[in-house]
């Protein structure tokens, strides 16, 4: 079973649209969780950090149920600049900070 | 503001080559690490590295990968006897601590080109 899973998409959606992106994990020892961004052929870019309350930050909202061991990253009016990979990523607890990254979600935002 | 800069961008080798990768990490960073990803696949863990010596390792990092940080600057990933299927984007990173709540910082890579 993979460790991080992800919906690889590509989800298509028009300017404006509300998307969200799912993301499980298998290991119960996860610690942290995040939301990266990769650009095509670029390096990932930490987009957020997941807590336990759920956390927001502008247009995007996280979510995090540990007992699931789900993730839920939550874009809304979706802008063409958001098109990109989104990457969800864990660490596990005693893993020295080791970054465990799922494959990824496209995601492409049409005018 | 501060970033992790690579070096080459692009690196093409024959099978059986030595290649060192290079990195700078920010300067007051002092745990660095190398991510790789194979073009189409998830980015994958090779190495954390912490004052001169590796905290962590993958199973990809075998005999054929090291690591060095040989000056106050750089940090490098040789890998000795290069292979086909070493053929990916290297990914240098960097943090402040070694806590979840730091963050790491990834330069823009090195695309490896293994014939």
């Known amino acids: 079973r993979k460790e991080v899973e992800q919906d690889p998409g590509p989800f298509n959606v028009p300017e404006g649209a509300t998307v969200a992106f799912n993301c499980t994990y298998s290991?119960?020892?996860?610690?942290?969780f995040f939301w990266y961004r990769q650009d095509c052929r670029k390096e990932p870019k930490l987009l957020m950090s997941?807590?336990?309350s759920g956390n927001e930050d502008g247009r995007f909202t996280a979510q995090l149920n540990r007992a699931s061991q789900y993730i839920s990253l939550l874009i809304r009016d979706s802008k063409l600049s958001d098109s990109a990979t989104y990457l969800c990523v864990v660490t596990i607890s005693g893993g020295y900070n080791k970054l465990i990254f799922g494959a990824g979600t496209r995601l492409a935002v049409h005018p | 503001e501060p970033e992790v800069t690579q070096t080459p961008s692009h690196q093409v080798t024959q099978m059986g080559q030595e290649v060192i990768l290079r990195c700078v990490p920010i300067?007051?960073?002092?745990?660095f690490y190398w991510y790789r990803q194979i073009l189409g696949q998830k980015v994958e863990f090779l190495v954390s590295f912490y004052n001169n010596e590796i905290s962590e390792k993958s199973e990809i990092f075998d005999d054929q990968f090291s690591v060095e940080r040989p000056d106050g600057s750089n940090f490098t990933l040789k890998i000795r006897s290069t292979k086909l299927e070493d053929s990916a984007m290297y990914f240098c990173?960097?943090?402040?601590?070694?806590?979840?709540?730091?963050?790491?910082?990834f330069g823009p890579g090195t695309r490896l080109t293994v014939l």
């Open positions: 997941v807590y336990s």
């Open positions: 290991n119960s020892a996860s610690q942290s």
């Open positions: 300067s007051n960073h002092l745990y």
């Open positions: 990173a960097s943090s402040e601590g070694q806590r979840s709540y730091n963050e790491q910082f």
